[in-house]
């Protein structure tokens, strides 16, 4: 492969795992468009750890996770007792904040003669673990997609068992889950925790695999599009997700068939979607037809 399809295979597992964090709450009847601030803290928190205090990227990436989950698990405790439209708008502010945060955060070591760490608006340079490591364009997307495809064989095992269930009792009705013994509120605030674990470990890697970061990478725009790719991927199956980013990622922008226009044509995907598949391409009616098929064949 070349280095071009490399750049965009990685872009695309990098972008999955946001967009399989967004699609974690939206099974739970929540539409977050926030998750970029945790993808963002993942991206700093793993730079720090490896730039600056020279740990491994295997153990910044679970430090990273760590540091995700608990602000999203803070976000969540005021958040999460909105509905609706004022939980997305309030989720989008508390991205936004973590943005304006990141252009204020100064905090820069002296390494072999040269400032290294976050820069404010500057941006943070020299996030080298990965070169200076040794490892190669074509194994580092490997190495993505091995994480990608174990935290998709959880998603499968979830969706599978009695906590797949629950998730999903909890976006169709929470009132009829709470009355069956299930504490909501605290679930749902798990759920967003382990969101941004997940979106916090893609921000790991993004961080390491362009070797610079900025404020402006953790905008609203990468908010609306991760929660867009579960909405036009489909909400019956974790594979959705991964279906929008790769429509995105891959067709309207790695085939470059739209050029400037790509924008124009996502938003037309999506509006279109909308209307005639609410629920994406793999819904939950899709999803069952495949696995009746299956069921049927053995």
Do not use: C
Request: glycine share 14%; charged share 15%; hydrophobic share 55%.
């Amino acid at each position: 492969m070349d280095d071009y399809t490399i750049g965009v295979l990685t872009n695309i597992g990098l972008f999955a795992f946001v967009a399989l964090s967004a699609y974690l709450l939206l099974i739970t009847g929540e539409m977050s468009f926030g998750q970029q601030a945790f993808f963002g803290v993942g991206a700093y928190a793993g730079g720090i750890l490896t730039a600056i205090y020279g740990l491994p990227l295997p153990l910044a990436a679970l430090v990273a996770m760590a540091f995700g989950a608990l602000a999203a698990f803070l976000v969540g405790l005021p958040t999460l007792r909105l509905k609706g439209l004022y939980f997305a708008m309030a989720t989008l502010a508390a991205a936004e904040m973590a943005r304006i945060l990141f252009e204020l955060f100064h905090f820069q070591v002296e390494i072999d003669g040269e400032l290294t760490g976050p820069d404010g608006t500057q941006g943070f340079r020299g996030i080298r673990w990965v070169f200076e490591n040794g490892i190669e364009p074509a194994e580092y997307v490997a190495l993505v997609y091995a994480l990608l495809l174990v935290v998709l064989i959880a998603f499968l095992l979830v969706e599978r068992s009695r906590l797949g269930a629950v998730l999903r009792s909890l976006g169709e009705d929470p009132e009829l889950a709470a009355s069956v013994g299930i504490n909501v509120s605290r679930m749902k605030l798990g759920v967003a925790a382990v969101a941004g674990g997940l979106a916090a470990l893609g921000g790991v890697l993004y961080a390491h695999h362009n070797t610079y970061i900025e404020p402006r990478n953790f905008d609203i725009m990468l908010g609306v599009h991760s929660l867009a790719y579960a909405l036009i991927g489909g909400l019956g199956t974790a594979l959705g997700p991964l279906l929008g980013v790769a429509l995105d990622v891959g067709l309207l922008d790695g085939s470059r068939i739209f050029g400037g226009a790509r924008m124009i044509a996502f938003g037309g995907l999506v509006a279109v979607l909308l209307i005639f598949r609410p629920r994406g391409l793999l819904d939950e009616s899709v999803v069952h037809w495949f696995r009746t098929q299956a069921w049927r064949r053995t």
